[in-house]
Protein backbone atom coordinates (compact mmCIF):
# COMPACT_ATOMS: atom_id res chain seq x y z
CA UNK A 1 0.00 0.00 0.00
CA UNK A 2 1.05 3.36 -0.56
CA UNK A 3 1.38 5.60 2.56
CA UNK A 4 1.03 9.55 2.34
CA UNK A 5 1.40 9.09 6.67
CA UNK A 6 4.33 12.00 7.60
CA UNK A 7 1.71 13.74 9.80
CA UNK A 8 1.34 10.72 11.56
CA UNK A 9 4.38 10.17 12.61
CA UNK A 10 4.85 13.36 14.28
CA UNK A 11 1.62 13.38 15.60
CA UNK A 12 1.56 10.01 16.84
CA UNK A 13 4.35 10.42 19.38
CA UNK A 14 1.09 11.69 21.95
CA UNK A 15 -0.56 8.51 21.85
CA UNK A 16 2.51 6.49 23.18
CA UNK A 17 4.25 6.63 26.80
CA UNK A 18 1.92 6.36 28.58
CA UNK A 19 -0.52 9.24 27.32
CA UNK A 20 -3.54 6.72 27.35
CA UNK A 21 -5.12 4.95 30.24
CA UNK A 22 -4.40 1.36 30.29
CA UNK A 23 -6.23 -1.69 32.41
CA UNK A 24 -3.93 -1.71 35.69
CA UNK A 25 -5.37 2.03 35.78
CA UNK A 26 -8.66 1.49 35.94
CA UNK A 27 -10.99 -0.39 38.36
CA UNK A 28 -13.73 -0.86 35.59
CA UNK A 29 -13.78 -2.10 31.91
CA UNK A 30 -14.52 0.34 30.10
CA UNK A 31 -17.80 1.04 28.25
CA UNK A 32 -17.94 0.28 24.40
CA UNK A 33 -18.18 3.44 22.28
CA UNK A 34 -21.53 4.01 21.42
CA UNK A 35 -22.54 3.09 17.80
CA UNK A 36 -24.39 5.24 15.48
CA UNK A 37 -25.43 5.77 12.29
CA UNK A 38 -23.78 5.47 8.80
CA UNK A 39 -25.90 8.29 7.14
CA UNK A 40 -26.48 8.26 3.78
CA UNK A 41 -23.16 9.69 2.26
CA UNK A 42 -20.46 6.80 2.79
CA UNK A 43 -18.04 7.85 0.07
CA UNK A 44 -18.03 6.64 -3.30
CA UNK A 45 -16.05 5.06 -4.05
CA UNK A 46 -16.29 3.48 -0.87
CA UNK A 47 -13.22 4.00 1.47
CA UNK A 48 -12.13 0.38 2.28
CA UNK A 49 -11.84 0.20 -1.72
CA UNK A 50 -8.80 2.14 -1.70
CA UNK A 51 -5.46 1.12 -2.08
CA UNK A 52 -3.69 2.96 -0.38
CA UNK A 53 -3.55 4.81 3.54
CA UNK A 54 -3.98 8.48 3.69
CA UNK A 55 -4.38 10.47 6.80
CA UNK A 56 -4.23 13.86 5.48
CA UNK A 57 -7.70 14.93 4.32
CA UNK A 58 -6.95 18.86 4.36
CA UNK A 59 -5.46 18.15 0.17
CA UNK A 60 -5.52 15.99 -2.21
CA UNK A 61 -1.88 15.50 -2.83
CA UNK A 62 1.47 16.63 -0.85
CA UNK A 63 1.66 19.38 -3.58
CA UNK A 64 -2.17 20.35 -4.21
CA UNK A 65 -3.47 23.34 -2.72
CA UNK A 66 -5.11 23.12 1.14
CA UNK A 67 -8.86 23.06 1.40
CA UNK A 68 -10.66 25.78 2.95
CA UNK A 69 -11.42 25.49 6.83
CA UNK A 70 -9.69 25.62 9.69
CA UNK A 71 -6.90 23.07 9.94
CA UNK A 72 -7.54 20.50 13.11
CA UNK A 73 -5.84 17.29 14.34
CA UNK A 74 -7.81 14.12 15.66
CA UNK A 75 -5.85 11.51 17.19
CA UNK A 76 -6.66 8.58 19.52
CA UNK A 77 -6.44 5.09 20.28
CA UNK A 78 -8.57 1.67 20.22
CA UNK A 79 -8.44 -0.71 22.70
CA UNK A 80 -10.32 -3.16 24.21
CA UNK A 81 -12.70 -3.14 27.52
CA UNK A 82 -9.80 -3.83 29.71
CA UNK A 83 -7.94 -1.00 27.79
CA UNK A 84 -5.71 -2.89 25.96
CA UNK A 85 -4.81 -1.36 22.65
CA UNK A 86 -5.83 -2.82 19.56
CA UNK A 87 -3.40 -3.05 17.14
CA UNK A 88 -3.69 -4.00 12.69
CA UNK A 89 -7.16 -2.29 13.07
CA UNK A 90 -8.36 0.00 10.04
CA UNK A 91 -9.73 3.45 11.21
CA UNK A 92 -11.74 5.56 8.29
CA UNK A 93 -13.16 8.66 8.62
CA UNK A 94 -14.90 11.08 6.74
CA UNK A 95 -16.76 14.05 6.92
CA UNK A 96 -18.29 17.46 5.61
CA UNK A 97 -16.01 20.63 4.16
CA UNK A 98 -16.22 23.91 5.33
CA UNK A 99 -19.19 24.46 4.00
CA UNK A 100 -21.12 21.37 5.76
CA UNK A 101 -21.64 19.34 2.38
CA UNK A 102 -20.38 16.03 1.21
CA UNK A 103 -18.74 14.85 -1.59
CA UNK A 104 -21.59 12.74 -2.53
CA UNK A 105 -24.69 12.47 -4.61
CA UNK A 106 -26.75 11.99 -1.72
CA UNK A 107 -25.82 14.97 -0.44
CA UNK A 108 -28.81 17.91 -1.66
CA UNK A 109 -27.14 20.10 0.33
CA UNK A 110 -26.51 23.33 -2.16
CA UNK A 111 -23.44 24.46 -0.67
CA UNK A 112 -20.40 24.65 -2.71
CA UNK A 113 -18.17 21.45 -2.55
CA UNK A 114 -14.49 22.06 -1.89
CA UNK A 115 -12.46 20.41 -5.18
CA UNK A 116 -8.96 20.78 -2.59
CA UNK A 117 -10.66 18.83 0.31
CA UNK A 118 -10.32 15.00 0.33
CA UNK A 119 -13.08 13.87 2.43
CA UNK A 120 -12.19 11.28 3.74
CA UNK A 121 -9.02 9.69 5.46
CA UNK A 122 -7.92 6.01 6.21
CA UNK A 123 -4.97 4.30 8.36
CA UNK A 124 -4.42 1.22 10.45
CA UNK A 125 -2.93 1.57 14.52
CA UNK A 126 0.14 0.03 15.01
CA UNK A 127 1.06 -1.97 18.53
CA UNK A 128 -0.19 0.83 20.73
CA UNK A 129 -3.45 1.21 19.16
CA UNK A 130 -2.74 4.81 17.38
CA UNK A 131 -4.38 6.33 15.00
CA UNK A 132 -4.18 10.24 14.16
CA UNK A 133 -5.78 12.29 10.88
CA UNK A 134 -5.03 15.66 9.62
CA UNK A 135 -8.10 17.68 8.55
CA UNK A 136 -10.42 20.72 8.76
CA UNK A 137 -13.32 21.55 11.50
CA UNK A 138 -16.21 20.22 10.01
CA UNK A 139 -19.46 22.67 8.66
CA UNK A 140 -22.41 22.88 9.78
CA UNK A 141 -24.48 19.95 7.82
CA UNK A 142 -28.25 20.61 7.50
CA UNK A 143 -30.13 19.58 10.28
CA UNK A 144 -27.21 17.89 12.11
CA UNK A 145 -24.64 19.22 14.77
CA UNK A 146 -20.77 19.37 12.91
CA UNK A 147 -19.64 15.71 13.09
CA UNK A 148 -16.81 13.49 11.70
CA UNK A 149 -18.02 10.19 10.72
CA UNK A 150 -15.77 6.77 12.08
CA UNK A 151 -15.52 3.29 10.78
CA UNK A 152 -13.26 0.64 12.80
CA UNK A 153 -12.69 -2.61 11.57
CA UNK A 154 -10.45 -5.31 13.98
CA UNK A 155 -10.10 -8.68 13.33
CA UNK A 156 -12.22 -10.68 14.98
CA UNK A 157 -14.04 -8.13 16.36
CA UNK A 158 -17.76 -6.59 15.14
CA UNK A 159 -17.21 -3.21 12.45
CA UNK A 160 -18.07 -0.43 14.86
CA UNK A 161 -19.76 2.71 13.02
CA UNK A 162 -19.96 5.94 15.00
CA UNK A 163 -19.45 9.69 15.14
CA UNK A 164 -17.11 12.08 16.95
CA UNK A 165 -18.59 15.74 17.86
CA UNK A 166 -17.26 19.19 19.52
CA UNK A 167 -17.20 20.13 23.06
CA UNK A 168 -17.41 23.73 21.14
CA UNK A 169 -20.66 23.33 19.92
CA UNK A 170 -22.79 22.13 23.08
CA UNK A 171 -25.92 23.87 22.22
CA UNK A 172 -26.29 22.67 18.47
CA UNK A 173 -25.25 18.67 20.28
CA UNK A 174 -27.71 19.07 22.35
CA UNK A 175 -30.46 19.71 19.41
CA UNK A 176 -29.11 17.27 17.41
CA UNK A 177 -31.10 14.00 16.99
CA UNK A 178 -28.38 11.20 16.49
CA UNK A 179 -26.36 13.00 19.17
CA UNK A 180 -29.67 12.68 21.42
CA UNK A 181 -29.60 8.67 20.53
CA UNK A 182 -27.25 7.73 22.92
CA UNK A 183 -27.05 8.00 26.37
CA UNK A 184 -25.01 11.40 28.32
CA UNK A 185 -22.17 8.97 29.24
CA UNK A 186 -21.60 8.03 25.90
CA UNK A 187 -22.42 11.84 24.73
CA UNK A 188 -19.38 12.55 26.93
CA UNK A 189 -16.98 10.00 25.34
CA UNK A 190 -17.97 10.63 21.54
CA UNK A 191 -17.35 14.56 22.16
CA UNK A 192 -13.77 15.75 22.17
CA UNK A 193 -12.56 19.64 23.06
CA UNK A 194 -9.92 20.89 20.32
CA UNK A 195 -6.61 21.93 22.64
CA UNK A 196 -3.44 23.32 20.91
CA UNK A 197 -0.42 21.29 20.56
CA UNK A 198 2.77 20.96 19.20
CA UNK A 199 3.13 17.82 17.04
CA UNK A 200 6.63 17.23 17.67
CA UNK A 201 7.45 18.59 21.07
CA UNK A 202 11.12 18.67 20.34
CA UNK A 203 10.81 20.52 17.06
CA UNK A 204 9.52 23.92 17.79
CA UNK A 205 9.61 24.47 14.54
CA UNK A 206 6.58 22.21 14.56
CA UNK A 207 2.82 23.63 13.69
CA UNK A 208 0.49 24.04 16.86
CA UNK A 209 -2.86 22.55 15.67
CA UNK A 210 -5.93 22.19 17.55
CA UNK A 211 -6.50 18.56 18.26
CA UNK A 212 -8.51 16.45 19.49
CA UNK A 213 -8.79 13.11 21.49
CA UNK A 214 -10.92 10.42 20.69
CA UNK A 215 -10.17 7.16 22.86
CA UNK A 216 -12.59 4.05 20.99
CA UNK A 217 -13.38 1.02 22.63
CA UNK A 218 -14.49 -2.05 20.86
CA UNK A 219 -16.19 -4.79 22.01
CA UNK A 220 -14.63 -8.71 22.61
CA UNK A 221 -13.67 -11.00 20.19
CA UNK A 222 -16.45 -13.26 18.76
CA UNK A 223 -16.05 -16.93 17.09
CA UNK A 224 -18.35 -16.30 14.53
CA UNK A 225 -20.14 -13.96 12.59
CA UNK A 226 -16.45 -12.13 13.11
CA UNK A 227 -15.05 -9.55 11.12
CA UNK A 228 -12.16 -11.23 8.87
CA UNK A 229 -8.73 -10.88 9.61
CA UNK A 230 -6.95 -8.09 7.32
Known sequence: ?????????????????????????????????????????YPI????????????????????PVAEGEIIAIRGNVVDISGQPLDSVIVEVWQA??????????DKNESPLDPNFQYWGRMQTGTDGSFAFKTIEPGKYP???????????APKRETLETQLYFAANEA?????????????KQQKAVTTALEK??????????????????????????????????
Open 1 to 41: MIHRRGFVHRLVYFCAGGVWLTRSSMADDLALTASQTRGPV
Open 45 to 64: PPIDKQDFFDVDLTRKNDVS
Open 97 to 106: CKSGRYNHPN
Open 143 to 153: GRTPHIHFRVV
Open 172 to 184: SNLKDGVYKGVTS
Open 197 to 230: LVANPNDQTSPKLPTGNFQIVLGPKHDSKSTPGM
